[in-house]
């Protein structure tokens, strides 16, 4: 009886799929290639040290969810020197190229116009 507990246990504690292909990554936008829907991104943070300050391509598709200060924009609402999260994987053939889940970009905001006064 306590053997088939112990498998019971044992078996519900093993992982069903693999881990997640999805990497994240901070760096900043060096060039995009709109027509190609594709943006050089320098990597300043990641989990792989392998992409530590290198150029990577990352493609962005009809999927693909591009956030400018949490609203939802396309392709090039995002520009050359801009700062970006991006959620993505790695391409399955062809040269090393990594596609887009989503983006994040903080930007600056210009300050609000100033209210008009009574009188003025």
């Known amino acids: 009886m306590a053997a088939a507990a112990a498998a019971l246990v044992i078996a519900g504690c093993q992982r069903l799929t693999p881990p997640s ?11 995009r290639n709109l027509e190609n829907g594709e943006w050089s991104v320098r990597v300043t943070q990641s989990r792989q040290a392998a992409l530590h300050d290198h150029v990577i391509t990352c493609v962005v598709t009809k999927d693909s969810e591009i956030y400018v200060n949490d609203l939802l924009r396309p392709i090039d609402a ?3 020197g801009d700062d970006v999260q991006v959620v ?30 009574a009188g003025q």
Do not use: N
């Open 21 to 31: 292909a999805f990497e994240t990554c901070w760096g900043r936008v060096e060039d």
């Open 78 to 80: 995002v520009q050359v």
């Open 88 to 117: 993505l994987y790695a391409e399955a053939a062809g040269p090393e190229r990594y596609v887009v889940s989503t983006a994040q970009v903080r930007k600056d905001l210009p300050p609000p116009p100033l209210p008009k006064l």
